[in-house]
């Protein structure tokens, strides 16, 4: 019972997979499969199905933003920061201290705080906003936050 | 008060700080009172660490204005400046 619903849910992924490989070769052969389900002979379906790895991968449809990546973090980091207008965008570097190289004071380092808050969409509490003192800090708590690894 | 260095902060300075963190939230969608906020914060951070009395009056007048800007009926503030006009 179980593994026929499962082997109808592969084939419709295989099938969707095979639609969107149009004008290509066939999916059999281009792709190194990744698994073979044979249907047991108590089932109407006689052939066996195959799910291409990559392909199938490629196409899932989450309802969820692209993965983070530390280099994408670190772009957007710099980005919000170059727009920043107390921020001198040539001085600024991933190692400058807000306070002792751009010369902020505490109050623009809130607002800058507020900032990644709105840029990443989650909220940084005081106590660890305040430590966060350059913009490889920046980077590295927000990492360590969304669980990226690299 | 404010910081320069990488000395650690205050309890008074926290207070500050995370008040400055609370009307830039609560301002967000009010137009004309983030300049405000950030003109008064500013020109207040000249005061000396050490006059607590001054600091801290500042402070609870900041909270008060807080709730007033939290409130539903608070949509935006204005200003009025005064035109230099030669004759009457």
Redesign the interface.
């Known amino acids: 019972m179980a593994s026929r619903a499962l082997a109808s849910c592969v084939r419709s992924v295989a099938r969707a997979a095979a639609r969107l490989n149009h004008g290509s070769a066939p999916l059999v052969s281009r792709q190194r499969p990744l698994s073979v389900l044979s249907c047991s002979q108590r089932t109407r379906w006689t052939q066996p199905v195959r799910i291409s790895g990559p392909s199938v991968l490629q196409r899932r449809h989450y309802g969820d933003l692209p993965p983070l990546t530390l280099g994408s973090i670190e772009d957007r980091v710099m980005y919000v920061l170059k727009l920043y207008d107390k921020i001198n965008p040539e001085k600024l570097q991933t190692v400058s201290h807000f306070?002792?190289d751009l010369g902020l004071?505490?109050?623009d380092q809130?607002?800058i705080i507020?900032a990644m808050e709105d840029e990443f969409g989650f909220e940084i509490p005081?106590a660890e906003a305040?430590k966060l003192?350059t913009p490889a800090e920046i980077v590295q708590f927000i990492a360590d936050k969304k669980d990226v690894h690299e | 008060m404010i910081l320069h260095t990488m000395a650690r902060h205050s309890k008074l300075q926290k207070q500050v700080l995370s008040l400055y963190r609370q009307f830039l939230r609560a301002a967000q969608d009010k137009p004309g009172f983030v300049p405000r906020i950030r003109d008064e914060f500013r020109g207040n951070a000249a005061i000396k660490k050490s006059d607590v009395m001054h600091i801290e009056y500042l402070y609870r007048r900041g909270q008060r204005q807080l709730e007033l800007l939290k409130d539903v009926n608070t949509k935006q503030l204005g200003t009025f400046s005064k035109s230099k006009e030669d004759g009457s």
């Open positions: 306070m002792k004071d505490s109050l809130v607002e507020m005081d305040e003192m």
